[in-house]
Antibody
């Protein structure tokens, strides 16, 4: 059974850093594109970043240079390192398997002073 | 970026009645291989999104057949033939033909 379990969210001050983790089971993360999608409180869905099966990465413009997506094949886990966090990064962050058929339960990141 | 525009944004429906949601893209979603990467998601209150439809009209496993998707190019529709109480939530269209991936604003379905 495919499962995605996110962790690492929390309350952080503006300018701080957090690392989100997405532990996968039931498939191999290195065989799929894996994305992070976020949802600000009461708002819609916004794609953030992807790591391709070949290891390449892509980001939305507003996080490029601040966020880094990576994976650890031995742990079957995908990460999102978030630096220089801003208030507008506050959201629930979901880990998603391409072809968009499995989503994690989400982890809440709150950026506030 | 490709802009995805959904309408209506709020959809009150009587139980047992049909419902329809429109999604329009700012450019064609036909990929170079001929496929159209347009999906529909349902997000029930307090839950993660769940994919209902992929590549315009393919229903996911376990999705009731009262849900159907149609359309082509830049104009797409999600239809529910007879709304049930469990259908309450927000529905999103999403394109992944072009980077960055973009979503519609969401349509909130409620029972009248």
């Amino acid at each position: 059974e495919v499962q995605l379990v996110e962790s690492g969210g929390g309350l952080i001050q503006p300018g701080g850093s957090l690392r989100l983790s997405c532990a996968a089971s039931g498939f191999t993360v290195s065989s799929k594109y894996m994305s992070w999608v976020r949802q600000a409180p009461g708002k819609g869905l916004e794609w953030v970043s992807v790591i391709y099966s070949g290891g390449g990465t892509n980001y939305r413009d507003s996080v490029r240079g601040r966020f880094t997506i990576s994976r650890d094949n031995s742990r079957n886990t995908v990460y999102l390192q978030m630096n220089s966090l801003r208030v507008e990064d506050t959201a629930v962050y979901y880990c998603v398997r391409d072809p968009w058929d499995y989503w994690g339960q989400g982890t809440l990141v709150t950026v506030s002073s | 970026d490709v802009v995805m525009t959904q309408s209506p944004l709020s959809l009150p429906v009587t139980l047992g009645q049909p419902a329809s949601i429109s999604c329009r893209s700012s450019q064609s979603l036909v990929y170079s291989n001929g496929n159209t990467y347009l999906s529909w998601f349902q997000q029930r209150p307090g839950q993660s999104p769940r994919r209902l439809i992929y590549q315009v009209s393919n229903r996911d496993s376990g999705v009731p057949d009262r849900f159907s998707g149609s359309g082509s190019g830049t104009d797409f529709t999600l239809k529910i033939s007879r709304v049930e109480a469990e259908d309450v939530g927000v529905y999103y269209c999403m394109q992944h033909t072009h980077w960055p991936i973009t979503f519609g604003q969401g349509t909130r379905l409620e029972i009248k």
